[in-house]
């Protein structure tokens, strides 16, 4: 595909121009992902798919150091499983896809793709539940989910998208809350840490929480339009599900009682953020945690040099390759300046050149794709410096997006000041007062289109309802959201 | 679920009674799987999917270091692409499911949930592919695919499977010829080395190849009942799909052709394969290389020793915890020999047993699971021994199942003989001359039950058909099969 991409580096919508438009440019040209011949649905491209392999396997490993394992369960789920729980239908049954033939046969039975599998996991919980002795259970299941959505964009929003769904089963309400509050914290620690994303947290209200849960925990992300992003969810989900699927455990004490379950996901959707909340007028910018290719060598090869640059670029690479994800572009149908372009069009967080001068010298060129920022290193002692280097780059993309999230916070008292921030170009997030009644939020929905994102743990004390003035609320983060 | 365990230990039908309620309660009870409330359909336990974790990650290694890159495509196919290849079509619009409804429309186009993915994937390569520069393309998927299957059995055949799917696209025949044979090899050396299955592979007749390739290639293995059961397979798919799809590219010399294709997949059958391959009257017998626990320890807790033994158990478990998966079951609730059992229907290939008289003589015993051999070895260098004790396991049980594979694999001249062997109790491969006719195939198949599995490559020489006595033909490997 490099032949069209020679075109496309240069016709990237500048992002200053239109955000949207700049957006779906980065995630087809860089060929993460592409439009499928489906209806809402996108095709995965290796580059895009190598990145979820990193986020895969950072959580994964995540998951099973705090004890969970994987499982598989069914993709189609019987109506009637569905319809068990009744604020979970509402909320899952307008929109999802109905399989009503298998193979010759109309099905006596509708059967849905699962949007979620908490009713398919639940009626086998009730089945392997018998005693305390089972509990807990820690099951988590990497999968695709289906939904049908009316507007959709890559990794944002899609018919079709590939997440991770964690389902405990728990003796009490207090281990069950510990764990929808622990799988939270893995999720901003994955976030902050391997994402380069910093993130607010804490509690959805009412209107915003997961159907059928007690209670829904989030981490939110400021995208560099000045919107919020919905990163990871963890849900409380009480004992609502172990009521309407009798899912019982017979105690130490001998008494029958219901568990305590949650519920935890993140999605494809992270690769979205990763593209709007690093990205810039030249193509994606990925941190070396999660980029696929964390060090492309360059080498710049003419004619009578070419031999020996190209032997030493190589003998370099089999260096770096043990500890990193190194790549050597020795393609000769292409010039420098087209992979340089090419290659910060895909993110690649470290570039390092090398040529006829450099081998005299002894040295690089290594250019950090993010901060454009270009240095002369020694080739002695190269894997340490790479490795400092990439360290640098990934905690600079966090510090520059922390600096936007945190210019772009605002502290408003008042509802006018509220409207003019969320009407403006850069709205970001809105910390205000709010009384805790579903009426000020909705109006302020409607007024404004920002959301309450999340009401933070910590109490930010001085809680006047920027809308209706009641006192003795709570301060919490208003966004317009993805 | 121990509670229960302790009954079912002692609950499996015997193999030799009926394989097959064998075969069942020993994926049931050792917890690989279970049946799920959807027609056809299983749950993959995390015992059972921690197996498909391990064969993920030894076989998508071979992938990558093949140069292969995973992607994802959609779930759902439109029924005008499933429709394009004729033969494709045939062979698999009769197995598939239907999503006729979207959110609260009717759909206009109904979609098939991927029986696999040929048709979605050419569908891109289409758009992606332009110049000789492109190409290989060499891209697989791991995903669940969906088939209407008659009649189901956990693992082997279920309406809904995981598996991985390989689709390359290349410029000359040879090229994609090579990469199918190759993508075989791949496959043929992970059996044997990592599954410890030893299989025959070859060629299928037309009769038995993929619906749209030129050719399909495959492994076959023999399960201890005397059934084949087919492991995996590569197609050359030629220029059938690419003429259908329009996937064309402008080769050097300026000329537009249609690339030439391959795809290749195995499955979570594989799973089932080790359960009827290595499996026992005891249980699970897996080998080291797949197994999701490789030594499991036991110590022995009389009371007054507790604390030692205990002591120690964990030391050694962490000596070897940096090189094998390993885990310490010191649950008080069950008694060692309750223990022992519940591991050998696991499967665990290793079993270390360490007491008192162990502690005092500075030893451990060491149990080996497929054999029931017991040893007593030293504390000191536990980490080789081990190594060695496992490698030893694995080896051990390949070799066990070539002996059974060779066997029972019959050479045959006579017709009677062949119809003899096809309908004793334990028939096993039966390698006879075929004339490569349709109708003497067919009329084996009829007239016997067994089918050609694979027409090996090198030429076993006398070729005189078992049923019509032509000469000339190959000698093939039959059998019945799953």
């Known amino acids: 595909m490099k032949t069209e991409q020679a075109g496309f580096v240069e016709h990237i919508t500048p992002k200053s121009e239109d955000f949207s438009r700049w957006y779906t440019d980065v995630v087809?040209?860089?060929?993460?992902?592409?439009?499928?011949?489906?209806?809402?649905?996108?095709?995965?491209?290796?580059?895009?798919?190598?990145?979820?392999?990193?986020?895969?396997?950072?959580?994964?490993?995540?998951?099973?150091?705090?004890?969970?394992?994987?499982?598989?369960?069914?993709?189609?789920?019987?109506?009637?499983?569905?319809?068990?729980?009744?604020?979970?239908?509402?909320?899952?049954?307008?929109?999802?896809?109905?399989?009503?033939?298998?193979g010759q046969e109309e099905l006596a039975e509708r059967l849905v793709v699962r949007p979620t599998s908490e009713t398919i996991i639940c009626s086998m919980y009730s089945r392997w539940i018998k005693s305390w002795r089972d509990l807990p259970v820690l099951i988590n299941q990497w999968c695709n989910v289906l939904r049908?959505?009316?507007?959709?964009?890559?990794?944002?929003?899609?018919?079709?998208?590939l997440w991770q769904e964690g389902h405990t089963a728990h003796r009490t309400a207090e281990e069950a809350e510990q764990e929808a509050l622990r799988m939270l914290d893995v999720y901003r620690d994955f976030a902050t840490n391997d994402l380069a994303i910093p993130v607010v947290w804490g509690q959805k209200t009412e209107s915003e929480k997961f159907a059928g849960a007690l209670r829904t925990y989030c981490i939110e992300a400021l995208m560099t339009d000045g919107r919020a992003l919905q990163a990871g969810t963890s849900h409380n989900l009480g004992q609502n599900f172990a009521r309407v699927f009798d899912i019982t455990f017979l105690d130490e004490d001998n008494r029958l009682k219901h568990v305590w379950q949650t519920s935890w996901g993140v999605s494809t959707r992270l690769i979205g953020a990763l593209v709007m909340v690093h990205g810039d007028e030249r193509g994606l910018a990925l941190p070396p945690a999660v980029a696929p290719i964390q060090v492309v060598i360059v080498p710049i090869m003419p004619p009578k040099d070419k031999e020996a640059v190209l032997a030493r670029a190589r003998e370099i690479a089999a260096r770096l390759s043990g500890r990193f994800r190194v790549h050597l572009d020795d393609r000769e149908e292409?010039?420098?300046?087209?992979?340089?372009?090419?290659?910060?069009?895909?993110?690649?967080?470290?570039?390092?050149?090398i040529g006829p001068r450099d081998l005299k010298a002894g040295q690089v060129m290594l250019a950090r794709r993010h901060s454009g920022e270009k240095e002369s290193?020694?080739?002695?002692?190269?894997?340490?410096?790479?490795?400092?280097?990439?360290?640098?780059?990934?905690?600079?993309?966090?510090?520059?997006?922390?600096?936007?999230?945190d210019e772009n916070?605002?502290?408003?008292?008042?509802?006018?000041?509220?409207?003019?921030?969320?009407?403006?170009?850069?709205?970001?997030?809105?910390?205000?007062?709010?009384?805790?009644?579903?009426?000020?939020?909705?109006?302020?929905?409607?007024?404004?289109?920002?959301?309450?994102?999340?009401?933070?743990?910590e109490d930010a004390g001085k809680g006047t309802c920027v809308r209706c003035g009641k006192d003795g609320g709570r301060i919490v983060y208003f966004a317009k959201a993805y």
């Open 148 to 161: 049908w959505e009316k507007t959709t964009r890559p990794f944002l929003r899609t018919t079709e998208f």
């Open 409 to 457: 916070t605002h502290d408003v008292d008042t509802y006018d000041e509220f409207q003019s921030i969320a009407s403006s170009a850069l709205p970001g997030f809105i910390r205000a007062g709010w009384c805790g009644s579903a009426e000020c939020e909705a109006a302020i929905k409607a007024e404004t289109g920002a959301t309450i994102r999340c009401i933070p743990f």
């Open 28 to 102: 087809l040209k860089a060929e993460l992902a592409d439009y499928a011949p489906v209806r809402g649905c996108m095709v995965i491209r290796p580059h895009g798919f190598a990145i979820w392999e990193n986020i895969q396997r950072l959580l994964d490993g995540r998951f099973k150091a705090t004890g969970h394992k994987n499982a598989y369960f069914p993709l189609l789920i019987p109506e009637s499983l569905l319809r068990k729980e009744s604020e979970h239908v509402e909320g899952f049954a307008p929109e999802v896809a109905w399989v009503t033939r298998g």
């Open 377 to 405: 290193v020694s080739q002695e002692g190269i894997e340490e410096t790479v490795a400092r280097v990439l360290d640098e780059i990934q905690k600079g993309l966090y510090e520059r997006a922390r600096r936007f999230r």
């Open 334 to 353: 292409y010039s420098p300046g087209w992979k340089f372009n090419d290659w910060e069009l895909r993110g690649v967080p470290l570039r390092m050149e």
